[in-house]
């Protein structure tokens, strides 16, 4: 059973605040919109989630201020100081995953609101908003909106084009870095070759995810790159700070992996990758809160940070509610 209460407690008539202190929720940390996307996610994942999502939604929805989105919302009052081709980008995914929805009032409400941001993509440079993008509408039906498959494919080059422009021999990526959420970049390229068969992509995929796997799980356990410095070409993988979000990118890119190629190993990784919320990590440390049912900010160079913010609950709920389902193929592999 998958514990929602921190998810609850995060969430008021406005929709899920951005911070905590320790697990007490921060009013006036304000609500973003990626946060929010990302808890739509979820609720649509839930049993009986139907009022939280349209909750969700519908902060989704406010925040379409002009012709785009705000990315931050504050004692009512939308801002876009904190605007984010990322969260443009997380918020197009989860109105892709809202067409789908069960609730026909959701698919409609997610329908519009895609219909309406989708044309921002074409001006995206960001390539994990890209990935973002590309990875929700591979996972749309193309009978619903114009010329669909014509713009994953766009997408999908300025990936492609990407890679061959920073990759060599000894460095399989599409940029000179690993920062945040780097596993987006090769489950996108997993969808895409889902979706057209092209050998080309799956072996970007393939070799874009070896490289991701080999840095991450070097140790036997999913070591994640730190923010303070991140990975650099030529340099050595930052320790420090984890975030929770990363294991989860981690997570569902193995879990795309595992779902296009078939081999265990993947499926195997996405567990590693949700049981280092549970101490299989550098530290042996939990990062979940049984007393609150939140989750951990970070895992630090001394410990845990003990705040519980919207972002680090969600990746952990997403990464519960996705690997859940691959599970008993695992336990019946590895038996």
């Given amino acids: 059973m998958l514990d929602y209460r921190h998810l609850i407690n995060m969430t008021d008539k406005n929709g899920m605040l951005q911070f905590s202190k320790k697990s007490t929720p921060d009013p006036y940390s304000g609500y973003t919109l990626d946060d929010n996307a990302r808890a739509l996610i979820v609720a649509l994942e839930m049993e009986n989630g139907y009022l939280l999502a349209r909750h969700y939604a519908d902060f989704l929805c406010a925040c379409q201020q002009g012709n785009s989105w705000s990315n931050f919302m504050l004692d009512g009052h939308f801002s876009h100081q904190f605007d984010s081709e990322d969260s443009f980008g997380r918020a197009i995914m989860a109105c892709c995953l809202g067409t789908d929805s069960v609730y026909a009032d959701i698919r409609s409400l997610c329908g519009q609101m895609l219909q309406r941001n989708l044309p921002q993509t074409s001006n995206f440079k960001s390539p994990r908003a890209i990935a973002?993008?590309?990875?929700?509408?591979?996972?749309?039906?193309?009978?619903?909106?114009?010329?669909?498959?014509?713009?994953?494919?766009?997408?999908?080059?300025?990936?492609?084009?990407?890679?061959?422009?920073?990759?060599?021999?000894?460095?399989?990526?599409?940029?000179?870095?690993?920062?945040?959420?780097?596993?987006?970049?090769?489950?996108?390229?997993?969808?895409?070759?889902?979706?057209?068969?092209?050998?080309?992509?799956?072996n970007i995929a393939n070799n874009t995810m070896g490289f991701l796997c080999d840095t991450l799980f070097a140790r036997g356990y999913l070591n994640i790159i730190g923010n303070e410095g991140w990975y650099q070409k030529g340099s050595s993988p930052a320790r420090f700070d984890q975030q929770p979000v990363d294991a989860a990118s981690t997570a569902f890119a193995c879990l795309e992996a595992y779902n296009a190629t078939g081999k265990i190993e993947y499926l195997e990784k996405a567990n590693a990758s949700y049981q280092w919320y549970h101490g299989r990590n550098i530290h042996g440390l939990s990062l979940y809160d049984k007393n609150s049912g939140g989750c951990f900010d970070a895992l630090t160079a001394n410990g845990v940070n003990l705040n519980q913010g919207a972002e680090s609950i969600l990746s952990l709920l997403l990464t519960e509610q996705y690997v859940a389902h691959n599970l008993n193929e695992l336990n019946q592999a590895s038996g």
């Fill in 132 to 202: 973002y993008v590309l990875t929700g509408l591979c996972h749309t039906r193309p009978a619903l909106y114009n010329n669909l498959y014509e713009i994953i494919l766009r997408l999908g080059s300025f990936l492609i084009n990407l890679y061959h422009n920073y990759h060599d021999n000894k460095w399989f990526w599409f940029e000179n870095s690993l920062t945040y959420c780097n596993g987006i970049l090769p489950q996108s390229m997993f969808c895409l070759y889902r979706l057209t068969g092209d050998k080309k992509t799956l």
